[in-house]
């Protein structure tokens, strides 16, 4: 789920929703958050710490902020390598 990439990076969720800094960020080092491609609903999760996120809306707001380096999903790391891959191969 994409909702798993914003998960990783609970900082880029904050500023996209104008959050207290480390309101949401402090809580990145917990289990399910390291490794937010484990949890079985990330959607759900997200939805549980930014009420009024709306997927088809609110995608849009958050994917601007997210770090390509400090994400903490696992296959936006891989989506970020395979991007990078792509851009140095020459045609």
């Known amino acids: 789920e994409l909702e798993s990439w914003f998960l990783g990076d609970l900082a880029a969720v904050e500023k996209a929703y104008n959050m207290k800094p480390n309101s949401l960020s402090k809580q990145q080092s917990k289990q399910k958050y390291r490794n937010p491609d484990q949890l079985n609903s990330a959607k759900q999760e997200l939805k549980r710490l930014v009420k009024e996120y709306y997927p088809g809306i609110h995608s849009k707001k958050i ?3 997210l770090s390509l ?3 903490r999903s696992h296959s936006f790391q ?3 390598k395979g991007i990078k891959h792509l851009l140095s191969v020459s045609p």
Do not use: M, Y
């Open 63 to 65: 994917a601007p902020h």
């Open 69 to 71: 380096t400090d994400n």
């Open 78 to 80: 891989v989506f970020i």
